[in-house]
């Protein structure tokens, strides 16, 4: 095949242990957790809904460095939120909850960076809020670990500090829909492929960062993410 220009790289997250997994999509899950949900003025079991960001907007940081990226553009209001990253290994349509942990094929630490004006907005209007959540850097992610490493991540901390203080904390199993739930929703909706990434919620605490701060996420048996805003 004959390209017009010279095509991007593949974005690509590295694997503990070594090796890359490649990124096909990434899916995020809105109000997650219920603590979370409250603090954004909501309440209640809600059904799911999603968002999703460029493949491309991942910032791969890897085991023991502290990634950077840069405070964007048209906001001042740059908010961390922590969460749970879920690699799928095998694809499918409408898999059932039960058999969702064999499309897993790892687990990481991520950051879902949000223009929380530029959301906020957006909702006031009634219009989407790509602008708030799918920009350049909105995706920083630590080394995947194999879930044949790990077993199913069911329960665990997680956690998130800036500058050594606590912002964020919650467990795993306070996820309002459960990974296998999310699966089962997200691929009644789309094809998920190998490659893909969700973004599975994240705890209350959520604020917001200023460039020079560093931010350090940690989930039980994955490790921590570290990443400063430049």
Partial sequence: MSYVFTPPAIASVPVAGGGDFP??????????????????GFTGREPPFFFLKPADAVVPVAEGETGSIPYPTLTKNFH???????????????????????HIWGYAVGLD??????????????????????????????????RARTGELLTGAI????????????????????VNETIEQLSAAWELRPGDLIYTGTPAGVS???AGDVMEGTIAGLGTLRVAVA
Avoid at 127 to 132: Q, S
């Fill in 23 to 40: 990124v096909h999509r990434i899916y995020c899950v809105g109000r997650n957790y219920a603590d979370h949900a409250v603090e954004m």
């Fill in 113 to 146: 960076m949000t223009r929380r004006d530029l959301q906020n907005e957006m909702k006031k209007q009634g219009r989407p809020w790509c602008i708030g959540k799918a920009f350049d850097h909105s995706a920083p992610i630590g080394p995947l670990v194999p």
């Fill in 80 to 102: 961390h939120e922590i969460e749970l990253v879920v690699a799928i290994g095998t694809g499918g349509r409408h898999i059932a909850a039960a058999d969702a942990l064999q």
């Fill in 208 to 210: 917001a960062v200023k």
């Fill in 159 to 178: 956690t998130l500090a800036v500058n050594g203080e606590v912002r964020q904390k919650g467990d795993l199993s306070e996820l309002i829909w459960s």
